[in-house]
T-cell receptor
Framework: DAKTTQPNSMESNEEEPVHLPCNHSTISGTDYIHWYRQLPSQGPEYVIH???SNVNNRMASLAIAEDRKSSTLILHRATLRDAAVYYCILRSGGSNYKLTFGKGTLLTVNP | GAVVSQHPSRVICKSGTSVKIECRSL??????MFWYRQFPKQSLMLMAT?????????EQGVEKDKFLINHASLTLSTLTVTSAHPEDSSFYICSARVPEETQYFGPGTRLLVL
């Protein structure tokens, strides 16, 4: 699986936007970009995924660079409940649906 | 999103005993489920891929005779940790694949082997 690089940690203030970056310079043309988050002692929660175009859902937005070598997860207004480890994962577009988790970014939200 | 449940949420057992963890997809059928393990302060590590009606595919380094996986129906996969030892103590998480979408994860099972 292609590798992703994320900052170890980031900090934000409540009700402010948060931009979580992810570099994936070795991404292939069929790799999907997935984002999950994990709160302490819980299973990961699906956030969003995309292939080439930017994506929006009720939780977040995903901005994908034109060359697809990087992407940014955008939380429009951070809340205390958004404090979690965020994982950026590349998934092959073939029949293998395995996800390989890296270390992710620990997001701290200050009140 | 799709809902995946796990049972039990936590279990304590004695060394040498076996423990079974259930993973269910509640509102969809899952032909493929995955089992992960997570040690404290570490990321999730994929243990095996479970396909309904066939043998599981284990990742390198995972003992298939120790971690028995059964995926007998489209909504249920089980992981049995046989002859558990203290080093098997971990957070075990399952996920289920929704076709054409992504994986949805269960809440995890905390296993403590004394």
């Amino acid at each position: 699986d292609a590798k992703t690089t994320q900052p170890n940690s980031m900090e934000s203030n409540e009700e402010e936007p948060v931009h979580l970056p992810c570099n994936h310079s070795t991404i292939s043309g069929t790799d999907y970009i997935h984002w999950y988050r994990q709160l302490p002692s819980q299973g990961p929660e699906y956030v969003i995924h995309g292939l080439t175009s930017n994506v929006n859902n009720r939780m977040a937005s995903l901005a994908i660079a034109e060359d697809r070598k990087s992407s940014t997860l955008i939380l429009h207004r951070a809340t205390l409940r958004d404090a979690a480890v965020y994982y950026c994962i590349l998934r092959s577009g073939g029949s293998n649906y395995k996800l390989t988790f890296g270390k992710g970014t620990l997001l701290t939200v200050n009140p | 999103g799709a809902v995946v449940s796990q049972h039990p949420s936590r279990v304590i057992c004695k060394s040498g005993t076996s423990v079974k963890i259930e993973c269910r997809s509640l509102d969809f059928q899952a032909t493929t489920m995955f089992w992960y393990r997570q040690f404290p302060k570490q990321s999730l590590m994929l243990m095996a891929t479970s396909n309904e009606g066939s043998k599981a595919t284990y990742e390198q380094g995972v003992e298939k005779d120790k971690f028995l996986i059964n995926h007998a129906s489209l909504t249920l996969s089980t992981l049995t940790v046989t002859s558990a030892h203290p080093e098997d103590s971990s957070f075990y998480i399952c996920s289920a694949r929704v076709p054409e979408e992504t994986q949805y994860f269960g809440p995890g099972t905390r296993l403590l082997v004394l």
